[in-house]
């Protein structure tokens, strides 16, 4: 049973518009979350990541909002940049557990030029 | 900041051998995780240290899985008796537990295929 999904393996952008990559999860349970970024051949890195007791976190191009009410969240990123173009994982935690963060299966994102 | 060192980066070996991983984290982090990543799927917890102590080991780690961080700095993930089923990504993180929102920083993995 998948308790972070995301439903889209992959998305396509062209260069300037806004990317929006979502992510949906089951437990109510879970407080913390979070996005990383994944490159061929490397390991995924840490991008954004927002607290259960926020809306809205924004970084830069990235925003990340959560919408607890339909356990859903989704990362903008905008303007879109062929730098993007990578796997994006949703990961989640709760109880402060900075460890067992649990994953989605990823996204991956394509940006043309 | 020299980043998550993983060692070997790829590792081929025939089923019902043993294999050893290493990794050394980030010298301040006192807090070490292992996950694996199998394709198409994103990494699943295996197992954390802080210090050099195992806080917490998933129902995924069989017995034939075992990690030691000994002195509190790099780690090392032992398989016995692979199985083709261990071909995956094995990945190795680390944070600052003093700092609850520390995120994970990953090193590049450690690619083990089991023939």
């Known amino acids: 049973d998948q308790q972070v999904k995301q439903n889209s393996p992959s998305l396509s952008v062209q260069e300037g518009r806004i990317s929006i990559l979502n992510c949906d999860y089951t437990n109510s349970m879970f407080d913390y979350f979070l996005w990383y970024k994944k490159y061929p051949a490397e390991g995924p890195t840490f991008l ?5 007791i926020k809306d809205k976190n924004e970084d830069g191009r990235f925003t990340v ?3 607890k009410s339909a356990k859903h969240l989704s990362l903008h990123i905008v303007p879109s940049q062929p730098g993007d173009s990578a796997v994006y994982f949703c990961a989640a935690n709760y109880g402060g557990s900075q460890g067992n963060l649990i994953f989605g299966k990823g996204t991956k994102l394509s940006v043309k030029p | 900041d020299t980043g998550v060192s993983q060692d070997p980066r790829h590792k081929i070996t025939k089923r ?3 294999v050893t991983f290493r990794c050394d ?3 301040e982090h006192n807090r070490l995780y292992w996950y694996r990543q199998t394709l198409g ?16 080991k998933s129902r995924l780690l069989s017995d034939r899985f075992s990690a030691e961080r000994p002195k509190g700095s790099f780690s090392t993930l032992e398989i016995q008796r692979t199985e083709q089923g261990d071909s995956a990504m094995y990945l190795c993180a680390s944070s600052f537990s003093r700092d609850p929102t520390s995120p994970l920083h990953f090193g590049n993995g450690t690619r083990l295929t089991v023939t």
């Open chain 1, 48 to 52: 954004i990541s927002i607290s259960s």
């Open chain 1, 65 to 67: 909002f959560l919408n």
């Open chain 2, 16 to 18: 019902g051998q043993n």
């Open chain 2, 25 to 27: 984290p980030i010298s």
């Open chain 2, 41 to 56: 799927q994103g990494p699943e917890f295996l197992t954390y240290f802080q210090n050099e102590a195992q806080l917490e």
